[in-house]
C-alpha cells in the first residue's frame, strides 16, 4: 500500500488508518491485536487511538483502556517502529476525563505522561486536540451552532500555552507531529498563525468527520488544507456504517453499533437513508461494493492525509481490506458528487 507523507511532517502514513475507538467494549482485546497485525499485514500503518476510548458508551471507569490494548500489542509484538501510532488528550468535557478540564499547557503534559505509559511506547508519532475549548460544531451541533463568548485575545493565550507546551513536548522527544480535530477554519488557521509568531509546532493534520454523507470540509476547510499542506485523518468515512448498506432497509444487525445507539448520534433519518439509496445505487450500476466505494471516494479528496475506518470483528476489517486498492474513475467521481447536490447535508 502506497505510502504519503502527511501534511508538512516527517510522517510517512497509509491512504488508510485503522480506528480503535471500539476496543475494550464492542472489540474484545484478543480481536483487537488480531486487527493490528492484519493492518499491518495489508500494509496500513497509522493506528488512530485517543485517552477517551472506547466509546459506545464513554465513561470514566472505561476511559484510557484503548491506548491500554494497543500498549499490551505494542508490547508483546515487538513491532513498534513498523507503526505509526497517533493518539488524542481531551478537550473540555462533561466530567469523565481530569474532572472536565480542557487543554491548557499543564493538562497536556500530564496526558501525554499517561499515554506514553498505557501505550507503553517511549513517543507518541502523533499527538492531536481532540475537539477544542471553546467549543465545535461537529458531532451534528452545526445546526444550532453559536460560537463561544471567548474573546480571540482569550483563546489566543490559550493556543500559545498550549504550543509553548507542545514545544516541550517535542523537545524532550516524547512527541513527534501535533494535529487538531473537529476544528474549524479559524480555529486552524489561528493555530498555523501563532505556531509561525512563536516558533512554536505547526500542525500537520486536522481529525474531522468525512464521508460521502458528511462533506462540511469540501469547502473553506478543504482550501485552507490545500494551501497550507494540513493533511485531513478522515473519521467516519463510513458514517458509523451506514455507507456499508448493513443498514439499508431497516435493518438492525445484532451486536451492530445502531442496535446499541438507535440514532448513531443524529444520522440515521429520511434524508440520510435517501441519500445512502443514491449512492448504493452508484456502486450498483458499477458492480462496486458500497464500503470499498465509500473509502475510496474519501481517498480521492485532495486534502486527505489518510481515511480512518473502524471495524468491530476481524470479518468486518478482512471485508474492508479486500477493496483497499480500489480507485474510482472520473465518471463514478461525477455521479458522486451529483447524489451530493441532491442529498446535500443528510445529518
Not at 499491518?40 to 491500554?68: H, R, S
Not at 501505550?119 to 508519532?125: M, N
Not at 438507535?262 to 440520510?272: A, F, I, M, Q
Amino acid at each position: 500500500m502506497q505510502r504519503q507523507k502527511l501534511g508538512t511532517s516527517k510522517l510517512d502514513v497509509s491512504p488508510l488508518a485503522l480506528g480503535t475507538m471500539t476496543f475494550g467494549t464492542q472489540t474484545p482485546e484478543a480481536e483487537a491485536h488480531t486487527q493490528i497485525d492484519m493492518a499491518l499485514a495489508a500494509g496500513i500503518n497509522l493506528i488512530d487511538t485517543a485517552e477517551m476510548y472506547p466509546v459506545n458508551p464513554v465513561t470514566a471507569e472505561n476511559v484510557g483502556k484503548t491506548e491500554e490494548i494497543v500498549g499490551r500489542w505494542i508490547a508483546a509484538s515487538g513491532r513498534r517502529n513498523e507503526a505509526v501510532i497517533a493518539t488524542k488528550i481531551t478537550g473540555s468535557n462533561g466530567g469523565f476525563v481530569r474532572d472536565g478540564r480542557g487543554i491548557d499547557g499543564e493538562t497536556i503534559v500530564e496526558a501525554v505522561e499517561a499515554s506514553l505509559r498505557r501505550l507503553q511506547t517511549d513517543v507518541i508519532d502523533l499527538y492531536q486536540l481532540h475537539w477544542p475549548n471553546r467549543g465545535s460544531y461537529h458531532f451534528r451541533q452545526y445546526w444550532s451552532y453559536r460560537p463561544s463568548e471567548d474573546t480571540p485575545e482569550e483563546i489566543a493565550a490559550n493556543m500559545v500555552e498550549v504550543l509553548e507546551a507542545l514545544e516541550t513536548l517535542r523537545r524532550d522527544g516524547k512527541v513527534r507531529e501535533f494535529g487538531l480535530s473537529n476544528e474549524s477554519a479559524w480555529g486552524t488557521a489561528e493555530w498555523l498563525r501563532l505556531a509561525r509568531e512563536t516558533g512554536t509546532p505547526r500542525m500537520v493534520s486536522i481529525q474531522n468527520e468525512y464521508s460521502m454523507l458528511c462533506r462540511l470540509f469540501d469547502t473553506d476547510l478543504g482550501e485552507l488544507c490545500c494551501r497550507e499542506q494540513i493533511g485531513l485523518l478522515a473519521y467516519s468515512p463510513l458514517a458509523a456504517g451506514m455507507l456499508t448498506g448493513k443498514y439499508r432497509g431497516g435493518a438492525v444487525p445484532e451486536g451492530s453499533r445502531l442496535s446499541i445507539n438507535n440514532t448513531l448520534n443524529g444520522r440515521v433519518n429520511p434524508r440520510s437513508d435517501a441519500a445512502i439509496e443514491a449512492y448504493a445505487g452508484i456502486a450498483e450500476r458499477y458492480g462496486l461494493d458500497l464500503a470499498a466505494m465509500s473509502l475510496a471516494f474519501c481517498k480521492a479528496r485532495p486534502f486527505m492525509g489518510s481515511v480512518i475506518f473502524g471495524a468491530t470483528h476481524a470479518d468486518q476489517l478482512e471485508h474492508i481490506l479486500a477493496g483497499a486498492e480500489l480507485q474510482l474513475s472520473e465518471e463514478i467521481l461525477s455521479e458522486i458528487d451529483a447524489a451530493n447536490r441532491a442529498n446535500p447535508m443528510p445529518f
